[in-house]
């Protein structure tokens, strides 16, 4: 399943899910935004978000998933190794089930879609015997 | 004088749920930052706090793209 798919399914699932990016390292994958400019400032401030989360712990740490709330809506980040999706909500959301999506989405956008499966061959009819060499 | 009790019994239950309901949802629109992180644990930023004073604008700002 490609990022654009996964999104898709993502926003016919969630109900709650305004917008979704999906980004890495490279830049991003894929978003629900229509104005890419939209989705860049998304990502930015998802990146920043999750920077800035860890540099206030102490002693760093991966940050795995962050939720943020305020009275207007929420901001959802996930992260799996190097693949990370962003998300925004309205005020209220259920963040268990929205955190379940983003993942399942996540997972979805990084699975190899299925491989064609190979058609075996029809067995080739034995070949009579001549009778020769028969006694 | 049962049926004062009665009433009496109704009005203080009706008060402490609608107290839980208010504490509930009072505290469900507070704003704040939840973070987990890989070793399992997790932080809560809530308004008011200094991280959430440079967290919560980021976020103001992700809302505003989104809304775009």
Request: hydrophobic share 40%.
């Amino acid at each position: 399943m490609d990022a654009a798919q996964a999104l898709a399914d993502l926003t016919e699932i969630s109900s709650q899910i305004d917008a979704a990016a999906l980004f890495d390292a490279d830049g991003i994958q894929g978003s629900t935004l229509a104005d890419e400019g939209a989705a860049r400032s998304l990502v930015e401030a998802a990146t920043a978000l999750l920077e800035g989360a860890a540099a206030f712990r102490s002693g760093g740490g991966d940050v795995t998933q962050l939720e943020a709330s305020t009275h207007e809506g929420s901001v959802f980040v996930v992260c799996d190794g190097p693949r990370r999706i962003a998300a925004t909500t309205g005020p209220d959301p259920t963040a268990g089930l929205v955190f379940y999506d983003l993942k399942s989405c996540l997972r979805g956008a990084a699975a190899e879609p299925p491989k064609p499966k190979r058609r075996r061959r029809p067995a080739e009819p034995k070949s009579e015997g001549t009778g020769e060499g028969e006694a | 004088m049962k049926r004062k009790l009665l009433g009496l019994l109704g009005f203080a239950t009706g008060i402490f749920a609608g107290s839980v309901l208010y504490r509930r949802s009072a505290g469900r629109r507070r704003e704040r930052v939840d973070v987990y992180f890989g070793d399992g644990s997790m932080v809560s930023f809530v308004d008011g706090s200094s991280e959430a004073e440079t967290l919560l604008p980021i976020v103001r700002d992700a809302l505003d793209a989104a809304r775009r």
